[in-house]
């Protein structure tokens, strides 16, 4: 194993730079791959397909731009701005955990805490923005719930 960290070491510039504390540093940088990764995949803008709040149909969240741009998202319809702010991920919880800390406009400003799934060309989302003194959602179940929303977006081509 020590032979495999040296070889690992040896190659890339990252390790190499760690010095002799490399088993930590591994796991550190596996974990920023992995957020980048996660990140990238949402990297983009999204349709909003269909929405719910507290379980009711919500047809004016229908049609809304959610834009994912390295740590910074906004929300838009017909091209005013909504929401923005910055987001963070936590693609190792289960379910996978998305926060958005809303500082653009006056309209719910505050931080979403929420829940995704991107599968491809689509992506769910499940948050507290309606009431943010409610818990970040334990699943997609709960957004039938009162105070919270959940918006099914594909990606825009």
Same mark, same amino acid.
């Given at each position: ?27 550190? &940088? ?24 507290? *379980? &009711? ?27 923005? *702010? ?62 919270? &929303? ?8």
């Amino acid at each position: 194993m020590w032979t495999k960290g040296i070889e690992m070491e040896r190659h890339n510039p990252i390790v190499r730079s760690a010095g002799s504390n490399t088993n930590v540093d591994l796991a550190h &940088v596996a974990t920023a791959e992995t957020t980048a990764h996660r990140k990238t995949e949402l990297d983009g803008t999204w349709i909003a397909q269909d929405a719910t709040v507290a *379980g &009711v149909r919500a047809p004016q969240i229908i049609g809304q731009h959610l834009t994912f741009d390295g740590d910074r998202f906004r929300i838009t319809l017909d091209g005013k701005l909504r929401y923005g *702010g910055q987001f963070s991920l936590n693609p190792d919880a289960a379910p996978r955990t998305i926060d958005f800390n809303q500082s653009e406009t006056d309209i719910l400003a505050g931080i979403w805490q929420g829940i995704y799934e991107c599968m491809g060309d689509k992506l769910t989302i499940c948050d507290n923005a309606p009431d943010m003194t409610k818990p970040r959602p334990a699943g997609f179940d709960q957004a039938s719930a009162e105070g919270y &929303v959940r918006v099914n977006f594909t990606r825009r081509r």
